[in-house]
């Protein structure tokens, strides 16, 4: 009987797939540095985006941050399960140029939901910075996982190639945040800065497709038309990004700006910053005050000193610098300086709202907590304290030690008066007026019966000083006022404030304590 064995042919072994060829060193490290860096653009930048409709709190800030974070961690998840089934040098050229279409599409998105999106709300802030921010973010983060898989081609160097790109993307993203935040923001608006994003992301995914196809002799994956599909997409956000609703006539490095005609009075002008209505200017009449609050402040100006005698007044924070103006042109000789954080909103003011500085009126630009430790002790008879962030006085300039230091600046008969805006309960108005009642001797308020007693939001204007108040004859004109509005003396006041706490530098959670309950 013959064996069949000489019969059997060994089948060879199934060969190992071949991985796929590392990427050159330098490009490796350009695609983590630049896909880092631009999330961290579009995180500044998404702030900007939605801040003329939602404001910019401390809850829209970390709102955008959150949201960063969140498409970091899923972009990257994502991208390091796809570079475990697909050779990654199909999917990063790809990745590039998705991700530049989302970020044009952005503006558009934005634009027009912010319209429907406006105010406060935490939903709506959430949604809106997820749009500004998520996709497009979450697109970038995935080229990282993909360039490290591709560079790990020798696993006794994981932790060299992993530890170096890793590195190289921190890096990235510092030198965005810091080109964004001190260059880019100043010099450019936000559009150009989003488009032209858009398009360094678009043209390097293009160029690395080419280059890669030529190395390899592959393609990008997928179909002619879907490529012609998306190469429409992103010209037609960036064409909806020319003709979507904006919301600034002017960016400042701070602020979405614009000025409205009053249609009852053609001298008359509204500046808007960051969606809030911010000041009121008549231009042939700087004696005219339209807001209540802004009436209330001249009221107590005019019985501090007499009507016509000069003063040396400073302004923390200048808006359409209205009371700035209702000063220099009540009292002749007075000097107003005005501590103004926004350099290209004073350029505003000088252009559209006929603001002329001179010997009587000074503009400053700087935080007003920085410039006012350089003002000289016993200086200034008025200090006017009305700086907002949105809705909300900037927390360092809510605390003790900011009132002490206005207190050492002030003449000793010296007033400040202080603009705080706030909403039922009242918290933060309870807590600010305990905060500058721990730095003066004597306290008031003046703000509307309805919001003294928690029915509604509004203006409210804390008036203090060492030296006893002239509150007798605020009552009387008061009432020869158009809005109705209340004084609290020092007692009444006392039991306003109750038992709110002192604001200090360590602890000033002045966001949360606007927000109502």
Known sequence: MSSTSSDVVAEPAPRAPVPPRALPNGLAAFLVFLSSGAVLVLETVSLRLVGPYVGVTLQVTSSVIGMALAAIAYGAWMGGWLADRRDPRTLLAPALVLAGIATAVTLP?????????????????????????LLPAALLAGVTPLVVKLQLADLRRTGQVVGRLSGIGTLGGITATLVTGFVLVAALPSTVIVLALAGVLGVTG????????????????????????????????????????????????????????????TEGRTLYLNSAEHSYVNLADPTHLKYAYTQWIGLVADLARPATQRMDALHLGGGGFTMPRYLAATRPGSDNLVFEIDGGLVELDRRELGVRTGPQ???????????????????????????????????????????????????????????????????????????????????????????????????????????????????????????????LDEAKVAAFVGDAMVLTDDYAPVDQLLATA
Request: aromatic content about 6%.
């Open 206 to 265: 293009l160029a690395l497709g080419a280059y890669l196809r030529r190395g390899s002799g592959t393609a990008l994956p997928g179909p002619t038309r879907a490529k012609a599909a998306l190469a429409v997409l992103g010209l037609a956000g960036a064409g909806l990004s020319a003709v979507a609703p904006n919301p600034c006539d002017v960016e400042t490095a701070y602020h979405c700006a614009r000025v409205e005609v009053d249609e009852q009075w």
């Open 361 to 487: 009126l000074r503009a400053r630009v700087g935080d007003a907590r920085v410039l006012l430790g350089a003002e000289p002790s016993d200086s200034r008879d008025f200090i006017v304290g009305d700086a907002f962030g949105h809705l909300v006085v900037p927390w360092h300039l809510a605390t003790r030690e900011m009132a002490a230091d206005i207190r050492r600046v002030l003449r000793p008969d010296g007033i400040y008066v202080q603009n705080v805006i706030d909403y039922p309960p009242d918290r933060f108005i309870r807590a600010e007026l305990a905060t500058v009642a721990a730095e003066f001797r004597h306290v008031a308020l003046i703000a509307p019966p309805g919001a003294i007693a928690g029915q509604h939001g509004a203006n409210f204007v804390i008036v203090a000083s060492d030296a006893p108040l002239p509150l007798a004859g605020i009552p009387a004109r008061l009432r020869l006022l158009p809005e109705p509005a209340t004084l």
């Open 109 to 133: 998105v934005v634009r027009y939901a912010g319209e429907a999106l406006r105010g406060g709300a935490a939903s709506a802030v959430l949604l809106l910075t997820a749009l500004a921010v």
